[in-house]
């Protein structure tokens, strides 16, 4: 019996992560944008610094300046991904310029894992929308 409910739940969790996209943030370094995405920002909030803050460390390997959560669903971009949440921390600087309920562009390398950049979407209009979406570059 035991077994048997290990066995579903892992299965439910496994499910479950599919689900949403988990990115890294990463400065570009040079590299150029693979996918483009186009998302709706669903939550923004400073992200857990851990036990006693080390977790903000600057000799932290994935510490991020003002490092904050960003959730949103994808709406537009490569095919396979429309429809699903995405979930990324980024630099508070980049997070700045977001906001719950509207759009952003995000440009995504390394097969769709890591996140290199992000701009806010100008307009609401959904015709503007798709136009500066596919007029948009990583930047």
Known sequence: MIFI???AFSGGCSAMSTQTLEIKWEWPAGRQMETKLLINIKK????SKGLFGIGASPSMANALPDATDVSASIESGQENLVGRELSI???????QKLKVGEH???GLVEGNTIGICVSAAPTADKQELANWFNQWRCE
């Open 44 to 47: 923004i909030s400073k992200a």
């Open 5 to 7: 409910a290990t066995m």
């Open 89 to 95: 921390r980024i630099p508070g600087m980049e997070a």
């Open 104 to 106: 952003a562009a995000i």
